[in-house]
């Protein structure tokens, strides 16, 4: 990784590190730290400054340029501060209502962040099994783990859908209209193991969206990835691999109300239903006599009402639609619903 930053003096220096952005020559490509691997990210909506610039300052001062900019760059991986998970059991339930002890990892609660990864973990018999691991508002998560004779590689990506209007926003002075301007910022923060099993993650990217332009626009999209390349030895053989894991982010607009339209195969409205988005079931059960569904999506942008329509066929396990769900703090759920009679 590389910190870009303006060398003005020692006491201007470290206030620009806080929340500077990250640049790399290969954008997306990070080097490997010793022998811990790439297993996954971290999305935050504050920026994680776990970087000791003070430190770096006080190794390399001979390296600044006064007046002009400066690159953090080389091996700073004795620079980077990391914030370790926790190994914990939790209780789950299955759908008939069983429960069973599962391990996972789980970072601070103050981070408030959007995690999906694939670690290493130990099963009962000692053996090793990569899982998957998501929390937060991620979603249409895919993981994909590719062996060799040399070892294993992973690639996964995952999206966090987002209204707008509701996530945390920040403002800073437009210099050229003096106007105060806002916008949207994600950090896609890496997340390590390590050969023991402990897990960690380092401070990342960040993404910014303006709001004048791009806020509320169902279209508004980005993302961001990270690969790592190293080089695995089993059984004589050694190849190069590489890790990749890309965050995707999706504007859209939550609802305020959905709709549900029961119609008869004569296209006649047998019932009109109304629900909360956040008490929207995972499957819709209609009358007997209902053959499809109309499933209008209410929102309000700007103070004007727009409605999605989608349509479904009552019983058919192959066919479903999508609606967005509140997650906390402004972040959206995309959750399947299918329709069935009562």
């Known amino acids: 990784m590389k910190h870009k930053l303006t060398a003005l003096c020692m006491a201007a220096l470290l206030l620009l590190t806080c929340g500077c952005s990250l640049a790399q020559e290969n954008p997306g490509t990070i080097a490997a730290l010793s022998d811990d691997r790439l297993v996954g990210v971290l999305v935050t909506t504050e920026y994680l400054d776990l970087f000791d610039m003070e430190a770096w300052l006080n190794d390399n001062i001979n390296k600044l340029n006064i007046g002009r900019d400066t690159e953090v760059s080389g091996d700073t991986s004795k620079y980077q501060g990391r914030i370790y998970a926790e190994l914990v059991e939790e209780t789950l339930t299955r759908e008939d209502g069983s429960e069973y002890n599962h391990d996972t990892y789980k970072f601070p609660e ?57 996530v945390k926003r920040e403002t800073y002075l437009d210099e050229e209209t003096n106007q105060q301007m806002e916008y949207v910022c994600f950090y896609a923060n890496p997340v390590y193991q390590t050969p023991e099993g402990d ?27 990270f690969t790592e390349k190293f080089t695995s030895t089993e059984n004589g053989v050694t190849a190069a691999l590489e890790n990749k894991v890309t965050v995707n982010y999706q504007g859209v607009k939550l609802a305020k109300e959905i709709c549900v339209l029961e119609m008869s195969s ?20 209609v009358s007997n006599d209902a053959a499809y569904v109309i499933v209008e999506t209410h929102s309000t942008v700007n103070e004007e009402e727009t409605i999605n329509r989608q349509v479904c066929t009552v019983n058919a396990e192959d066919e479903t639609f999508e609606v967005f769900v509140p997650a906390e703090d402004g972040f959206a759920a995309k959750q399947m619903t299918n329709v069935v009679t009562e």
């Open 266 to 285: 004569s296209d006649q409205l047998l019932r009109k239903i109304s629900y909360t988005p956040d008490m929207f079931p995972k499957e819709l059960a």
């Open 110 to 166: 103050e981070l408030n962040g959007h995690l999906f990864m694939s670690p290493t973990m130990k099963l009962e018999n000692g053996e090793d099994c990569v899982t998957s691991i998501v929390s937060g508002a991620v979603c249409d998560v895919r993981s994909n783990m590719i062996s060799g004779d040399a070892g294993t590689s992973i690639e996964l990506s995952a999206t966090i859908y987002f209204d707008p209007y509701a």
């Open 199 to 225: 897990v960690y993650v380092t401070s990342g990217m960040g993404s910014s969206y303006g709001a004048e332009e791009e806020l509320g626009l169902g279209t508004l999209s980005g993302s961001v990835y």
